[in-house]
């Protein structure tokens, strides 16, 4: 099974990428939230996690091997788990992902039908089939999603993890520690440990 490729972004299309590796072209699906980072990367090497699957119909003996591609191990695993509710499936959950993961992870977990309504693909009824099965899976993803965002901000995962437990330890909801979190580590400033960020997250939040 393929679960990385890396090569030249040789062409970007509306869902699909074209990577060359050597002397091979391969065609790659990909999110649209996805697409939308690898703008202006063409010509550049970049590296997928992928997913492999076969399209098509059994009964036929018409089967096609198909590569998904993400820009990260959170995002590649977040689609398995979308594709594991009812009625998703591959092509719609690949359809219904404009936004990222953060997003809608915290959408399910906030039971925000109308959001989540508002994917392409995705109604109220099959909002509310993702909110039912998936809302206490999904916030390991909004702080996973969090970790991944902020490593420009030169912070450790480990200080980002523990300040996001000391912000639950002091009533705040998943939601607003995460708000929190992104809302200071925007500043791309260097916080070397817990007491840092917190005391930053405060005086943020004062302003």
Do not use: W
């Not at 509306?14 to 699906?29: G, H, K, Q, S």
């Not at 400033?189 to 943020?204: C, R």
């Amino acid at each position: 099974m393929i679960t990385r490729i890396t090569g030249q972004l040789a062409a970007l299309q509306d869902d699909t990428l074209t990577l060359r590796i050597d002397a091979f072209e391969y065609e790659v699906l990909i999110p649209e939230f996805a697409r939308r980072q690898l703008q202006g990367q063409v010509g550049q090497t970049v590296s997928l996690h992928t997913i492999e699957y076969l399209e098509g119909n059994p009964m036929q003996g018409r089967m096609t091997p198909r590569l998904i591609g993400f820009l990260s191990e959170i995002e590649r695993e977040f689609f398995e788990l979308i594709c594991q509710v009812d009625g998703v499936g591959v092509k719609k959950a690949l359809r219904a992902m404009v936004r990222p993961v953060k997003e809608v992870a915290t959408a399910i977990e906030e039971q925000d039908n109308k959001t989540l309504s508002s994917l392409p693909g995705i109604g109220p009824a099959m909002a509310e089939r993702i909110v039912a099965k998936l809302r206490r899976k999904v916030p390991k993803f909004a702080l996973m999603a969090v970790r991944e965002e902020m490593r420009e901000a030169e912070v450790e995962p480990d200080v980002v993890t523990e300040t996001y437990e000391v912000l639950r330890s002091l009533g705040h909801s998943e939601g607003d520690a995460r708000r929190l979190l992104d809302a200071t580590l925007a500043s791309k400033k260097k916080f070397k440990d817990v007491q840092s960020l917190i005391e930053a997250i405060y005086q943020q939040s004062h302003k």
